[in-house]
């Protein structure tokens, strides 16, 4: 029984590593979006934004005129980002980003 318990403890604590490792593989880039129209393309912001290799996530809602992008490390930096949401509609385009420190 008490071997049950030992390898029931040593799934538990291994299970606990890969989950930091995975979150350890990962960062977080908060993006300022300012502009008349980002608010009406957010769908085209969120589309650029994971195009860019290593976005894993966007959340475009949790925080008004911000772009939380999950990104694996050291596969897109945030001036990426930025000038994805930028190229969004070339010029006259009324949106731009630029990363919260």
Do not use: F
Not at 24 to 41: R, S
Not at 64 to 77: F, R
């Amino acid at each position: 029984m008490q071997r049950i318990r030992i390898g029931i403890v040593l799934l538990v604590a291994l299970s606990g590593c890969v989950s930091l490792a995975q979150a350890a593989a990962e960062q977080k880039v908060m993006l300022m979006l300012t502009g008349t129209y980002c608010d009406v393309y957010l769908g085209e912001v969120e589309s650029a934004l994971k195009s860019v290799a290593g976005v894993k996530a966007v959340d475009l809602k949790s925080l008004k005129g911000h772009a939380i992008v999950m990104v694996e490390n050291d596969k897109a930096t945030p001036n990426q980002l930025v000038k994805a949401v930028n190229g969004v509609k070339g010029d006259g385009w009324h949106c731009s980003a630029q990363v919260m420190k």
